[in-house]
Every structure is written in C-alpha cells, then in structure tokens.
C-alpha cells in the first residue's frame, strides 16, 4: 500500500490538452443554459443560497478532513479525497434533481453559483485542509505545487468558459439553447472516453489498487449526500429542497479534480484513483437516488 503513493498513472500531453478543452467545452455548455432569472432565484430566497454554499464548500470539506482523521487512508488517496470535496457540484446534478422531482431551477442556480465560487474556493480548500493533516502536507512538499498555477488554471477552465458562454447566450439566446442541447452530452461523452483511454493504458495500476479505494469512495459519498440532506433538513428547508442540496452536495465535479491531479500531480496514483471511482460511482449512487426519491409521494418538512 506504501508504494500507492508512488504510484503515477500515464497520460501524455496531447491527452491532457484534450481533457482541458473537453472540460472546457462542458463548463461552456454550462453557461449557455445560464440566465440572469438562475441568479434573481438565488436573491429572492437567500436562505437557498447560504445553505447550499454552506453545505458545499465549508461543510463538506470539513467533513472530509474528519473521515480522513478518523480513517488514516494513505496520503494520496487522501489527497484526493481533498481534491474531489474542494471541487464545485457537477452539471449533472441538474438531471438527478429533476428526476427526483427536486427544486431544479434551484439547483440550475447553485450550480452556476458554485462554478463561480470554485475559481476561489477549491484552490483554498484544498490547499488549506490539505496542508493541515500532516501526512498529506508531507506529501506536497514532495510534488510543489504552486498555489498561483492552481486558481490560474481553475479560472481558465471554469471562469472564461463561463463569462463567454452566458455572453453568447446574451448576443443569441436561440442559438445558445440549441448549442446547450448538442454540447453538453457530447463534450461529456469526449471526457468519459478519455477516462477511459486512460484507465485502458492503465489497467495494471487500477486493478492492483482500485479495491483500497472502493470502501472509502463509497463512504465519502454516502456521507456527502448525507450531509447535504440534513444541512437543509436543519434550516427546515421544504422536502424538495432538502433532496435538492443533498444532490448538489454529493454530486462534485470530478473532473476537475483528476485534470488537477493530472496537471499537478503528474497522475498520481492515489488521488487519481479515487478521484476516477467517485467520478463513476456518484453517476451511479445519484441516480439510485434520485430514482428512489422520484417515488416518494409524501412532501415533508
């Protein structure tokens, strides 16, 4: 296990720039469904707005330094535990909350909020808890990493795509719905394919070490969605509420966290392992999820 934060998972250059541009392109898409009623939502119920943010950037990666006190995982794995609790919610969790019958155009709004808060947050995040639990703070010392580099690059992925595409959605608004529509599924089809490239160049390092990670990725975010549910729950936010921030919560933007480790960490193999299996299991707990709570006909507070 010693040797997992050693460990380095190939991709090449000429890889690496297409997972920039592919994320890129989603952030982009993104923007194009973006209007200035998402952000008037957020200001008529500011309560929505702090809870969400609560939950996502201060509470959550709280949370995950605690797990990561409690169990002791191996530095890189930790490290990447940071990572993936540090990076804004994902697109997708627009879809879950619209089929667990959630508050969309809430959660259409937390996660451009989210996006934006990112280009801040989860370079500080992760730098901040990171270099607070001893073993991962020892293991940074030993990669370098500019702090500088790392919001320079959060900006160049989240903020520029997301300041041109709401512009264009301004200057085109029909144009910006129908390019929303092609661009989404197609640039996150283009990222899957690279993950899996990846994993295929890969595939000695991934099953020699993925069964460490399961438990703890699976934990991490049962915990996350948890969290987010009873967050709301405490600030006595409606049923559909509660179910939109657990999902904002425990669905994180993954692929930003294993282009970061890739960019950064030069692959490394316990952060990038982790970072890959939460980026397909919470696909998988999200939409058990929301397929569960899409049943329920009871509304609670």
């Not at 209007?35 to 119920?45: H, I, Y």
Request: aromatic letters at 12%; one cysteine or more; charged letters at 10%.
């Amino acid at each position: 296990m010693q040797e997992l934060d050693q460990v380095k998972i190939n991709f090449d250059a000429n890889g690496l720039w297409v997972l920039n541009i592919a994320l890129a392109v989603v952030m982009f898409g993104v923007a194009l469904g973006i209007t200035k009623d998402d952000f008037v939502q957020l200001r008529k119920e500011p309560k929505l707005v702090l809870v969400g943010v609560l939950a996502q950037f201060f509470l959550l990666p709280l949370l995950t330094f605690v797990l990561v006190y409690s169990i002791q995982p191996r530095p890189s794995i930790a490290l990447g535990m940071f990572m993936v609790a540090a990076c804004p919610g994902g697109n997708i969790s627009n879809f879950m909350t619209h089929l667990a019958r959630g508050n969309s155009a809430l959660s259409v709004s937390l996660t451009a909020l989210a996006t934006f808060l990112a280009v801040v947050m989860t370079p500080f995040n992760f730098q901040f808890y990171s270099n607070l639990y001893q073993p991962t703070s020892q293991l940074l010392k030993t990669v370098e990493l500019n702090p500088y580099a790392l919001i320079k690059l959060v900006f160049l992925i989240l903020g520029i795509p997301l300041f041109l595409g709401m512009l264009f959605r301004i200057k085109n608004e029909r144009l910006a719905i129908k390019l929303s529509n092609v661009l989404k599924p197609l640039s996150i089809l283009v990222f899957v394919g690279i993950v899996v490239i990846a994993f295929m160049k890969n595939t000695a390092v991934f099953n020699g070490y993925v069964g460490h990670v399961v438990w703890i990725g699976v934990m991490h975010n049962a915990l996350a969605f948890l969290l987010g549910l009873m967050v709301a729950k405490l600030f006595k936010l409606s049923f559909k509420n509660q179910k939109t921030i657990a999902i904002e919560t425990g669905i994180q933007n993954s692929g930003l966290g294993l282009l970061l480790i890739f960019t950064f960490f030069g692959g490394l193999g316990g952060m990038a392992i982790l970072a890959a299996f939460w980026g397909i299991w919470h696909i998988i707990s999200g939409l058990l999820l929301a397929l569960y709570w899409s049943k329920q006909n009871i509304i609670t507070i």
